[in-house]
């Protein structure tokens, strides 16, 4: 399923955010989590990934480092402890925005039964 541009906005930063919250990880291997993990939903190209990062790195949400040991460098990038704290409340308003849409019907219910 392929998600409107409006809502992959709001996901995409986020997505991005909670990958990174296991551990550094470079570009590429964002991609691949993205579609992998979201079988799908969230995969996202290197031409929209790393404008989302430098944006992400603008606002001191992640921080990068390049490793130049193997046959090429690469960019590896990591949540920082602002992007840890808006990862939290990013959680927050995904959970209360689930349990809104289940309570109309849409996906799982909220938690506590019955509306």
Do not use: F
């Not at 949400?61 to 840890?84: E, F, N």
């Amino acid at each position: 399923m392929r998600i409107e541009k409006q809502l992959m906005r709001g996901a995409g930063p986020t997505a991005v955010l909670q990958l990174l919250s296991s551990g550094e990880k470079y570009g590429y291997e964002l991609v691949e989590a993205l579609a992998k993990r979201s079988s799908g939903v969230l995969a996202m190209g290197q031409s929209t990934l790393y404008p989302l990062l430098y944006n992400l790195e603008a606002k001191g949400l992640v921080a990068s480092r390049v490793d130049k040991t193997g046959p090429r460098p690469r960019r590896y990038y990591r949540l920082t402890d602002k992007g840890r704290k808006r990862l939290a409340r990013d959680h927050k308003q995904w959970e209360a925005l689930r349990d809104a849409m289940g309570s109309l019907g849409i996906g799982p219910q909220p938690a506590g039964g019955a509306v």
